[in-house]
C-alpha cells in the first residue's frame, strides 16, 4: 500500500516537472492573448527625438501586429507589482518612437513582471503626449526653482528618498508616520 503511494507521488511530480518544463519552453508561454500571435519588431533599441522635448528611449521589446505597435516592459521584481514610473517609463518610449518614426503605437503597453522566475503581464494605460509634456513642464519648473514640489502620499517612496532632509513637508510626514508606528507614548495620532 505504501509503495504504491509513493510511486502515484512520484509520477505525479515527474508529470508535473514534464508539464513546466513544456511551458517554460513555450516562447508565448503566459503571453497576453493579443500579443500571443504579434513579432517583435524591436528588442534594446534606442530611439531619440527633439520634439515636443528633447527625449531619448530604449525600448525592451516592440511588438507589432499589422501596423499597430505594442511595447513591453521587462522587469525582474520582489513582488509582481506596477508602479506610477512604469507606466511613464513607458508612455516615454511611446512618445519617442511616435514623434521620430511614422509608426503607430498603441495607448495600452504592457509590464513583464519576474518575481523568482515567474512571470506575469500586466496590461496598462499608457499616458499622453500631452500628459508627458505637462510632467516634463512641472519637472522643469521643480529643477528651475518656480514651484514647490509636493509632499508624496506614499510613505515608502517618501521614506527612501534622497531628498528628504530638504523636503520639510515631506520629513514632516515621515516623522509622523514613524512615531505612530513606533507606538510611542507623548505622540498621539493627530500631531503632525
Not at 509520477?11 to 513546466?20: E, M, N, T
Not at 521587462?74 to 508602479?83: A, D, E, F, G, P
Amino acid at each position: 500500500m505504501m509503495a504504491s503511494a509513493i510511486l502515484v507521488l512520484i509520477a505525479a511530480v515527474l508529470v508535473l516537472l514534464q508539464y513546466r518544463g513544456r511551458r517554460s519552453a513555450d516562447p508565448g508561454a503566459g503571453m497576453p492573448r493579443e500579443l500571443r500571435n504579434a513579432t517583435i519588431a524591436y528588442s534594446e533599441k534606442l530611439f531619440e527625438t527633439m520634439t515636443p522635448f528633447h527625449l531619448v528611449a530604449r525600448v525592451d521589446r516592440v511588438y507589432r501586429i499589422g501596423n499597430m505597435h505594442y511595447l513591453l516592459e521587462l522587469k525582474t521584481r520582489v513582488r509582481h507589482s506596477i508602479y506610477p514610473n512604469d507606466i511613464i517609463e513607458l508612455s516615454a518610449q511611446r512618445l519617442a518612437i511616435t514623434a521620430s518614426t511614422d509608426l503607430q503605437v498603441s495607448g495600452t503597453g504592457y509590464v513583464a513582471t519576474q518575481v523568482d522566475g515567474e512571470r506575469r503581464f500586466h496590461r496598462v494605460n499608457l499616458l499622453s503626449g500631452d500628459q508627458l509634456v505637462a510632467l516634463y513642464q512641472r519637472r522643469r519648473a521643480i529643477l528651475d526653482g518656480t514651484i514647490e514640489p509636493a509632499c508624496n502620499d506614499g510613505y515608502a517612496l517618501c521614506a527612501k528618498c534622497s531628498y528628504r532632509a530638504e523636503c520639510e513637508p515631506g520629513a514632516r510626514a515621515v516623522r509622523h508616520r514613524l512615531h505612530q508606528a513606533s507606538g510611542r507614548p507623548g505622540h498621539s495620532r493627530s500631531q503632525g
